[in-house]
């Protein structure tokens, strides 16, 4: 069931993903970086993937989105190049896809690290698409909390754990560092 959009542009959706087959934006549902609102204040981007960003539809992964509105698996060196953050639906996402990137938000899934604690800033980790907590020097940092801590029994220190986000600005800790916001 799609959800509840406020003054979208007729045909936007963000429980879709839409085949593309080139990375230029070509047979773009809607002009890419268009920003929908939802209802419950959850606020969306259309982007194009990058690379392939979900093989699957339970690991919803974090990506870095440059100013071309493509998208790749979040990393740190991404986020210190000033690339805002965003969230994967819950869908599988093959290369050039385009989809709805979540920007801002409550009550959605993100993958985290395992060792990641309730209500601290998530910050960038080792693992591309995988946000994590705790403090590491090189890491950038976002305004996005996990609601319930991670599990640590989790196989593979892959864990989905629901998240609340604010506007999504990059910040490096301790030192100088790229910020970027999305509209």
């Not at 920003?35 to 392939?52: H, I, K, P, S």
């Not at 699957?56 to 979040?74: C, F, G, H, K, R």
């Not at 604010?166 to 970027?180: E, K, Y």
């Amino acid at each position: 069931m799609s959800k509840v959009l406020v003054g979208a542009p007729i045909g936007a959706d963000v429980d879709s993903v839409t085949a593309g087959t080139t990375t230029n934006g070509e047979s773009s549902p809607l002009q890419l970086g268009t920003v929908v609102n939802g209802a419950d204040g959850t606020r969306y981007v259309l982007v194009q993937a990058a690379a392939a960003l979900m093989a699957s539809t339970d690991a919803p992964n974090a990506v870095a989105i440059d100013e071309n509105y493509q998208a790749s698996l979040m990393t740190t060196a991404l986020a210190a190049a000033g690339h805002g953050l965003g969230f994967c639906p819950q869908l599988v996402i093959a290369d050039n896809d385009f989809f709805w990137a979540r920007i801002a938000g409550a009550n959605f899934n993100a993958r985290v690290e395992a060792s990641a604690s309730a209500d601290a800033f998530l910050r960038t980790s080792a693992t591309a698409g995988r946000l994590g907590s705790g403090s590491t020097a090189s890491a950038v940092y976002f305004p996005v909390v996990l609601v319930v801590a991670a599990s640590a029994s989790t196989s593979a220190g892959n864990s989905v754990r629901e998240v609340m986000a604010g506007q999504l600005v990059a910040v490096r800790m301790g030192g100088t560092g790229a910020a970027a916001t999305l509209p």
